[in-house]
């Protein structure tokens, strides 16, 4: 069984392949029996965070409803507004409620008194569960973070919690905000202890300070209909970010997002490092995300324009977390699903790209962002058989996540960052519901293996296995060609109308097309044109100048010049 858009791709030869398996199966195991070690005990928070989060798991439709009202509630001004959307939210699962919670919320309807009580234990709630999975809301506490991440044999990268950009003064804030966190914490964290297995590669030394960015939270108007003008906004922040990284010893790692953002980020990530003042930082970062059927023409041109630049990069290698929104917006919109459509593609694909980096470590370094045991059995055992040393790529994962997995790792003497956020309520509980999805999805691993109990082996199978799901077979014949456009998996609906998609502007071509379109209408500007009816041209005495020589316009009696309107 093969993968669409790796098949062109150069691999190792089939043997090596399969050493590659055998040993991911061995460490896969190793893995597995040092985390049974590191189980939480019913005197532990984590047990009980751990038994909450597998009885929300259970319910499908709870855990939406759950999920919602934590994603809404930091809007929430008065214990009524609290007490009432959560009885809202879950008023739809009511019958899947405990006896106990039913009441509760029944009684805390009745009075101020117990409106208060529910409304401060669902945000006390909420609170301390954000606190789980994001590191603090100002320095201090990220550095307090970072330092316990310290002793625990771990190092950090931050990022700044936040939604969409709307403004350039949010951007200049957004900005500011990421260099006022490399001046405070880098000085701090530079005056740290030498710890080799953080700090010490075979590539020489690590940066402390690792911060993850957006480029889209540096330009309120990144968009890939604008590239030349996203180029000029977000590149020239971006230099700024990467002198001021330099002088501190500081990382920057560029954050992936949306597909429609991914090639613009690529584009201003490889042309501003490509820049004299730049070309000799190899202390910088971008993401690759998996699930994208791109992701294997994006590491070969990454790879290629490292060459050209005679300097590496990281690369960190992720499966993706926005798989529902991909999916959903290309249907509406007609458009080809950038997303692979099963989990055991990401998966391989996520293989597929680990054994690239790992033969091309000298130009893009490794770094696999994953939870999943399988995945770092593969990446482990594919540098174990090339020969490249354990501090000469990292392994990647969650604040607040997988503590067992983290323990035996640096047990076993590899290098291992946190992926750390912080930031204040609103935008920290927006990420607290991502990460929550995202973690608790019916394909996590996490789930699987922790909540279901799902068998080791069926966990550690090579995803490229032709009998990883009896259902496998048909969905892949249901969806053969399925790189033709999406709407082709639709449902189909006698009509005789149907909209055209909208254009997608993060296609070269269809930029390419629009800005010739433009230059062909100006060319046509400036001149008389009549009204025509019918097929016959109709003089009239009501003229309106765009910008040149009059034009006519027999809607209206007004010819605008520079913008103002005048009687003719």
């Not at 809404?72 to 959560?86: F, K, Q, W």
């Not at 005056?191 to 993850?212: A, C, H, Q, Y």
């Not at 059927?293 to 005679?310: F, G, N, S």
């Not at 680990?354 to 000298?362: A, G, S």
Request: with cysteine.
């Amino acid at each position: 069984m093969t993968l669409d858009r790796w098949s062109n791709v150069p691999d190792l030869a089939e043997r090596d392949v399969a050493a590659i398996e055998q040993r991911t199966q061995e460490l896969g195991h190793y893995l597995f029996e040092h985390l049974d070690e590191q189980r939480p005990n019913l005197l532990q928070r984590r047990w009980w965070d751990e038994r909450l989060m597998e009885w929300a798991m259970r319910d499908e439709g709870l855990k939406v409803q759950l999920f919602r009202f934590v994603d809404v509630l930091p809007m929430l001004r008065t214990n009524e507004a609290v007490v009432g959307h959560l009885s809202e939210y879950l008023n739809e699962v009511r019958t899947h409620l405990p006896v106990a919670v039913r009441t509760a919320l029944g009684i805390g309807r009745r009075s101020s008194l117990t409106r208060t009580a529910i409304a401060r234990l669902a945000r006390l709630s909420a609170m301390d569960l954000a606190r789980r999975f994001i590191a603090g809301t100002n320095v201090n506490e990220v550095v307090e973070a970072a330092q316990r991440e310290r002793r625990e044999g771990r190092g950090f990268t931050l990022d700044i919690l936040g939604e969409a950009v709307t403004s350039d003064s949010e951007a200049e804030r957004f900005f500011q905000a990421y260099v006022n966190l490399i001046q405070s914490v880098a000085p701090e964290v530079n005056r740290w202890s030498l710890e080799t297995k953080i700090d010490r590669s075979v590539f020489g030394e690590v940066p402390r300070m690792n911060l993850s960015i957006k480029l889209s939270a540096l330009d309120s108007q990144f968009d890939a209909i604008d590239p030349e003008g996203a180029l000029s906004r977000a590149g020239e922040r971006l230099r700024e970010l990467l002198r001021v990284a330099k002088h501190h010893k500081a990382f920057i790692n560029v954050d992936m997002e949306s597909y429609e953002k991914k090639d613009l980020t690529l584009r201003i990530f490889k042309e501003v490092l490509q820049e004299e003042e730049f070309r000799d930082i190899g202390n910088v970062g971008i993401v690759i995300q998996c699930y994208l059927r791109d992701a294997a023409a994006d590491l070969q041109d990454l790879v290629e324009w490292a060459k050209r630049r005679e300097r590496p990069v990281w690369v960190r290698l992720v499966k993706g977390a926005y798989w529902d929104y991909e999916t959903v917006h290309a249907l509406a919109d007609g458009w080809p699903v950038p997303v692979y459509q099963q989990k055991w593609q990401s998966d391989a694909s996520f293989e597929r790209a680990t054994r690239f980096l790992m033969e091309n470590h000298q130009h893009l370094r490794p770094a696999l962002g994953t939870h999943n045991i399988r995945s770092i059995a593969h990446g482990l055992a594919t540098a174990e058989h090339l020969g490249i040393a354990r501090n000469a790529f990292e392994i990647q994962m969650l604040y607040g996540m997988a503590d067992g997995e983290k323990h035996a790792l640096v047990e076993l003497g590899h290098r291992l960052r946190i992926y750390m956020p912080y930031g204040e309520l609103i935008p920290g509980m927006a990420y607290l519901v991502r990460r929550l999805l995202e973690n608790t999805s019916n394909d996590s691993f996490l789930r699987a293996g922790f909540i279901e109990q799902v068998a080791r082996e069926k966990l550690l199978r090579n995803p490229l296995d032709a009998q990883y799901d009896s259902s496998l077979q048909k969905d892949e014949e249901a969806m053969a060609g399925s790189e033709t456009s999406a709407v082709n998996r639709r449902p189909r609906f006698d009509a005789t109308f149907k909209n055209h998609p909208p254009v997608d502007f993060s296609d070269a071509a269809n930029r390419t097309a629009m800005r010739e379109a433009l230059q062909k209408v100006m060319t046509e500007l400036g001149r008389r044109y009549p009204l025509v009816i019918g097929e016959r041209e109709v003089e009239t005495n009501e003229q309106t100048r765009l910008g040149g020589p009059f034009v006519q316009r027999p809607d209206c009696g007004h010819c605008f010049t520079g913008g103002r309107a005048s009687r003719t």
